[in-house]
């Protein structure tokens, strides 16, 4: 005999089966879209067996960091060179892995570094500029994805002649149309010397990029804008001695989950294992070293380390740019090693990078 209960409890019942019977037909309409779509490619194959194995769940758009601005689009470029205290240098520290001092004095109190190769360089002429160079794009807009790329330069290099001027990277960041602002510390100055400084100490890259973003902030135009800037994904490209602080970067992980890529252009002098672990173990990040001769075996020894782990690493650049994505990549013929930055794969190399990478449009 039905009672009001037992009408209640079949109604539900029926509910039940309907929504279960609703999800079901879903599931068989998304399995024949799914035969429908064209085969994956190598690259797309290769990065699902990474983060499938790995446990890793990439999303497919990047994530939003958290926005504390309204302002719009910004109506023109700000560049700037700024001193900031947590800037590689000056460093009073001592050298990793050495028992004494960066900096020693001579006979008559002259400060002064001496490398391994046995040069020394005065500490007043080298290690003593604590400025950034700073560039946010016209018609970058803090309320949209972006990325914060962190430049370390090469030997014998200052930032105004060499990183402005010479290279172009403000102009190539600012024409990839990509949503992405630029910070390039001063490491040693016209010397050949890949010390990192500061940045060798654990924790003083997370102090970096926390006074960029306030430095960011009022550039911007808007002081609420600083945790935006303080949470932007971060791409680090190394030139030549780059690769020195960049293998530091990563050893110290100060940057944690926030480091979604690294470039090497013509950078693989050294610290192979480093950057091949962090590959293995950051499925949802991106790598991409690129090289004349100078550094081609270096190359070929890590794209090794690389696949010995695991991950395939591949000698193209794809067409877009994913998490995940790993590529050795041989530059033209005519490219050379000075003028990487003008010529590599392709004419102004970082430009064409950042346009790649995919998910983060200036509008």
Known sequence: MSTPETSALALQATRRCCVAGFIMRLVLLAGLFAG??????????????????????????PTPHPVTSRQGPLPKSVTRLAALSAAPFPYQ???????RPFIEADETGRRFHRTAGGRVYWEDERYNDPRVLLHIP????????????????????????????????????????????????????????????????????????????????????????????ASLPVVIVAYSGGVGPAAWA????????????????????????????????????????TYTQSTEGRNHELKSLIEARGVKAFDSIPQRIEPGHVAIVPAASDATHHDFLLRAWTDDPLRDLLARVRGYPRG
């Open 138 to 229: 016209k018609g970058f807009d803090i309320r949209r994805p972006g990325l914060l790329v962190l430049y370390f330069h090469g030997h014998r290099a200052n930032l105004r002649r060499d990183v402005f001027m010479r290279q172009r990277v403000p102009w190539q960041v600012s024409t990839s149309r990509t949503n992405a602002v630029l910070a390039a510390p001063q490491f040693a100055v016209n010397a050949s010397d890949s010390s990192a400084g500061k940045l060798w100490q654990r924790g003083a890259l997370r102090d970096f990029v926390n006074e960029v973003a306030g430095r960011f902030a009022v550039m911007h135009g808007d002081l609420r804008s600083e945790a935006s800037f």
């Open 250 to 289: 990563i050893r110290n992980g100060d940057l944690g989950s926030r480091l979604r890529g690294i470039v090497l252009l013509d950078a693989a002098y050294g610290e192979m294992g480093v950057f091949a672990d962090w590959v293995a173990r950051t499925p949802n990040a991106f790598l991409l070293s």
């Open 36 to 61: 429908l779509a064209p085969p994956a490619s190598a690259q797309q194959q290769q990065h699902t067996r990474r983060v499938a194995t790995s446990g890793w769940v990439v999303s497919v758009v």
């Open 93 to 99: 520290g001592i050298m990793p892995g050495a028992n």
